[in-house]
């Protein structure tokens, strides 16, 4: 089991809100996640979580993941990080 600080998890879902979009290399022991610096586990494990919500799409090609956010998951990330629709 995977432990995920409330911190690297919002900064994760605020880069998905702000970018549309995540990507990351499969490899999960090099450096964190440019854009978050969050482990590339930590990154994987909390949209893997998300695309079983419904919330984001994957693609995986290259051996890189690419987590695209829908209608839904916008909603959803903007609830849970307090924003409002401006």
């Known amino acids: ?3 995920i600080q ?3 998890k919002k ?3 605020r ?5 549309g979009v995540i990507v990351f290399h499969k490899d999960f022991t090099t450096q964190p996640h440019k854009g978050t610096n969050v482990p590339n586990i930590h990154v994987r494990t909390l949209l893997r979580s998300l695309k079983d919500r419904g919330l ?3 693609v995986f090609n290259w051996q890189y993941f ?3 956010i829908n209608n ?3 909603k959803f ?4 990080l307090g924003l409002t629709e401006e």
């Open 1 to 3: 089991m995977v432990q």
């Open 6 to 8: 409330k911190s690297e």
């Open 11 to 13: 900064a994760v879902y």
């Open 15 to 19: 880069y998905l809100l702000q970018e």
């Open 56 to 58: 984001v799409e994957l």
């Open 66 to 68: 690419y987590y695209f």
């Open 72 to 74: 839904e998951g916008k």
């Open 77 to 80: 990330l903007s609830e849970y």
